[in-house]
């Protein structure tokens, strides 16, 4: 009807396209725009065209002569005041008028309503589209994040695999634990030593992995390995010789000497 920008339109548009319920939210509101206008439609008159006809009869007949009804006929076009002033003077032309500027302001006062619904339901609609997106871009980055950290894991024990001066060490599972599994990685050269957690579970709150080396029959403190860098290798203490390493879980921070029951992997050199 002329009431919407253009950017409404085009939103609405798009909206009916792509959801069935605003398409046939806008289908009934036309229809009901439609029945609208039917109930209170009102005709005018019945007799007000009998009586401007018979008016213009009356005029008509006061000459008969062909010649005398063209003038009659421009001076009503020139000056054609009498009939309109006598017609916009009945009061059933008036009432007509009241009705008609009724109707049409009862069909804005609906359309605007429609339109503000519709640009409402519009605006919904993009927004939980907006917030739907967000969620899966925010879910493709976590992923993406994780992946990256997994690639660059690999790639650094691909790295030390391959290091002439790099020692692997497979750490099995003891008794208790028959499934697990960690990688030690012993540079012979500046005796860094590099632990890979493998399968390892995750430490339970308040408790740490922590790395022994074990030297000459006596295990020596490797250092703890990081609670959030599970999937990492991370570089421990530095050891200059070791016959094996064993890995204890032990309360937060670390102790000064090994908890034999909580014992979870180890292997030899």
Known sequence: MGLASEEEVSILECVRKNNAEVEQAILEAQQTLEEFATVHAMPPPAGLKTAIWDKISAQESTDSDNEKIVP??????????PVEQKSEEDPRIKNLD???SSRTVSRIAVAASLISVCSLLGNLYLHNKSKENESQLAKVAAENNVNQQALASLQDKWKMVYDPHMKTITLAGVENHPDLKALVFWDSKSKNVYLSMENMPAAPEGMQYQL??????KPV???VFPQDKAADVNMMSTIPSAQAFAITLEKQGGSPTPTMSQMYVMGNI
């Open 72 to 81: 009659f006929i421009s001076q009503a076009e020139e000056n054609p005041q």
């Open 98 to 100: 009241r009705v008609q």
């Open 212 to 217: 022994w080396a074990i030297v000459d029959g």
């Open 221 to 223: 403190d490797a250092g």
